[in-house]
């Protein structure tokens, strides 16, 4: 696990790593940046300048990096986990769209409710006198997590039901920029998870309707007109998911 605090002078160097001359050994020796690692988190990641936040394009779809002509593969599992400054405008950067389109889910933490506000407290009093930190997964766990989701079961319906949303996206009057082929692959795959979570190798129309929004809201562009009259991305696509007809089978027979 590796952290990066984004701020505007950082380069795309800083994240991926640079050939640095070795004046004794007379050589460019390639030092690895943070991206070499299993669990990446960008802290404020809009605060890094939009050719910096263009190094992650390839370690995140491609799960390598290349400098100087050499390409150098990541570790697996590799993910990337952002977070985004959401008050703040200055010295802030959006995101491009390619580089939404690369995270699988986009969720708002919001506020603790009372009763999280509580535990929170507790358990900071808690690792005040403790502050060892337990080992819950190691990486092999986690590929073997990842064959086991690959074998939950998708009826063809679901697969036709989840493009046909998707392809909406597309068409939908307040949307310049809809839902890609990335994002139908993102959503299966969110999709197999829930319902993995749910203890079921099938997924069911309601798994794919419940992923629906963190899967593809961050991925849509809007117009202009639709921004200013507030309309958000969730209202969309609960619009899409009330008009389009929902397939019957989903479990394998």
Same mark, same amino acid.
């Given at each position: 696990?590796?952290?990066?605090?984004?701020?505007?002078?950082?380069?795309?160097?800083?994240?991926?790593? &640079?050939?640095?001359?070795?004046?004794?050994?007379?050589?460019?020796?390639?030092? +690895?940046?943070?991206?070499?690692?299993? !669990?990446?988190?960008?802290?404020?990641?809009?605060?890094?300048?939009? +050719?910096?936040?263009?190094?992650?394009?390839?370690?995140?779809?491609?799960?390598?990096?290349?400098?100087?002509?050499?390409? #150098?593969?990541?570790?697996?599992?590799?993910? !990337?986990?952002?977070?985004?400054?959401?008050?703040?405008?200055?010295?802030?950067?959006?995101?491009?769209?390619?580089?939404?389109?690369?995270?699988?889910?986009?969720?708002?933490?919001?506020?603790?409710?009372?009763?999280? *506000?509580?535990?929170?407290? /507790?358990?900071?009093?808690?690792? %005040?006198? *403790?502050?060892? *930190?337990? !080992? &819950?997964?190691?990486?092999?766990?986690?590929?073997?997590?990842?064959?086991?989701?690959?074998?939950? #079961?998708?009826?063809?319906?679901?697969?036709?039901?989840?493009?046909?949303?998707?392809?909406?996206?597309?068409?939908?009057?307040? !949307?310049?920029?809809?839902?890609?082929?990335?994002?139908?692959?993102?959503?299966?795959?969110? %999709?197999?998870?829930?319902? /993995?979570?749910?203890?079921?190798?099938?997924?069911?129309?309601?798994?794919?309707?419940?992923?629906?929004?963190?899967?593809?809201?961050?991925?849509?562009?809007?117009?202009?007109? /639709?921004?200013? +009259?507030?309309?958000?991305?969730?209202?969309?696509?609960?619009?899409?998911?009330?008009?389009? %007809?929902?397939?019957?089978?989903?479990?394998?027979?």
């Amino acid at each position: 696990f590796k952290r990066v605090q984004c701020v505007p002078d950082m380069l795309p160097s800083d994240l991926v790593g &640079v050939n640095f001359f070795d004046m004794k050994q007379s050589e460019f020796r390639f030092i +690895k940046g943070p991206v070499f690692t299993n !669990v990446l988190l960008v802290d404020e990641i809009n605060r890094a300048m939009p +050719k910096t936040q263009s190094g992650l394009l390839e370690c995140m779809e491609e799960h390598q990096v290349s400098v100087d002509g050499t390409t #150098y593969a990541l570790a697996e599992p590799f993910m !990337v986990i952002a977070t985004q400054n959401p008050v703040e405008t200055k010295g802030t950067f959006e995101l491009p769209e390619a580089q939404l389109d690369r995270f699988l889910v986009k969720t708002s933490m919001g506020y603790p409710t009372h009763k999280e *506000n509580i535990d929170i407290l /507790a358990l900071k009093l808690q690792t %005040a006198t *403790n502050t060892g *930190n337990d !080992v &819950v997964m190691d990486a092999e766990c986690i590929m073997e997590a990842r064959k086991e989701l690959a074998s939950v #079961y998708v009826h063809r319906d679901l697969l036709d039901y989840a493009a046909t949303i998707c392809e909406c996206t597309r068409s939908a009057k307040d !949307v310049i920029l809809g839902a890609s082929p990335r994002a139908m692959i993102a959503l299966i795959r969110v %999709a197999q998870g829930y319902a /993995a979570i749910s203890e079921r190798d099938y997924v069911l129309p309601d798994d794919i309707a419940a992923v629906f929004r963190p899967a593809i809201g961050h991925r849509l562009m809007l117009r202009q007109d /639709a921004k200013l +009259k507030g309309i958000s991305p969730d209202e969309i696509l609960g619009e899409i998911l009330r008009t389009t %007809a929902v397939p019957y089978k989903g479990k394998r027979k």
